[in-house]
């Protein structure tokens, strides 16, 4: 049932996988999709982000930590949850790994900067690690371009730079928008407070990409 799990991991903060969990999940969310936000970093930014605002009190959220994330996505699954989205810690820690094992697709956001492509890169080598020696790994790993600036050529020069080390990356990408930081502030998702805006727009072709990307896996 993997094909209905997507985590957020990458071991470099501020990268934006709380924005990008809140979002995904609050898109399908609005979408009608029996959705499920597990807040797997004891920061808790994604649990607090729902509790700041009612726009999203109707989205189911779980916070988790190793000894408890397991038997979460196994009951949301038992009840029928169709998207579960786990945002985990800017740091190395068991619950991510655990996380990847449920997962259907991990996406690991990486802002266009060297230093962040080197440690999105450290964490593809340990996935791809894992799998080789035998654990059961997520079965698709994008990297994420996020907080790109528009019209700027770092953001198409990582993009060159990640394809030709290897990596996949998603073809949507997540641009730099004050939309974001306003719907944080709401306890909102741009999905719903400016459905017509840039950041709606990027947020839903990144779903309905994965969308497509789950559903072979
Ligand atoms: N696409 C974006 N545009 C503008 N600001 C963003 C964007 N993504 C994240 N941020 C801001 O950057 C900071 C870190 O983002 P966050 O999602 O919390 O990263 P992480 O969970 O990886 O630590 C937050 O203040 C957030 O509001
Ligand atoms: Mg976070």
Redesign the pocket.
Same mark, same amino acid.
């Given at each position: 049932m993997r094909e209905r799990v997507v985590a957020l991991a @990458?071991m !470099? *903060? *501020? $990268? *934006? !996988? $709380? @924005? %990008?969990a809140t979002c995904i999940a609050g898109y399908w969310w609005a979408k009608k999709r029996k959705t499920a936000l597990i807040d797997a /970093?004891p920061q808790k $930014?994604a649990a607090r982000w729902l509790e700041t605002g009612e726009a999203l009190s109707g989205l189911r959220c779980e916070v988790a930590n190793e000894k408890s994330i397991s038997s979460k996505i196994e009951a949301l699954l038992e009840e029928g949850y169709e998207r579960i989205v786990i /945002?985990t810690p *800017?740091f190395r820690a068991s619950v991510t790994d655990i996380a990847l094992e449920h997962a259907g697709l991990c996406l690991i956001?990486v802002r266009p900067s060297p230093v962040d492509f080197e440690v999105a890169a450290d964490k593809v080598d340990l996935i791809d690690k894992l799998r080789k020696a035998g654990a059961e790994g997520p079965v698709a790993l994008r990297l994420l371009l @996020?907080?790109v600036v528009r019209n700027s050529v770092v953001g198409r020069h990582m993009r060159n730079e990640m394809s030709h080390a290897g990596y996949k990356l998603m073809k949507s990408e997540?641009?730099?928008? %004050?939309g974001?930081?306003e719907a944080?502030l709401m306890g909102s998702v741009p999905t719903l407070s400016q459905p017509r805006g840039a950041a709606a727009l990027e947020i839903a072709a990144l779903a309905q990409e994965a969308d497509k990307i789950l559903a072979r896996s």
């Open positions: @990458t !470099k *903060g *501020g $990268s *934006g !996988k $709380s @924005t %990008v /970093d $930014s /945002d *800017g956001p @996020t907080q997540i641009c730099h928008r %004050v974001y930081t944080a």
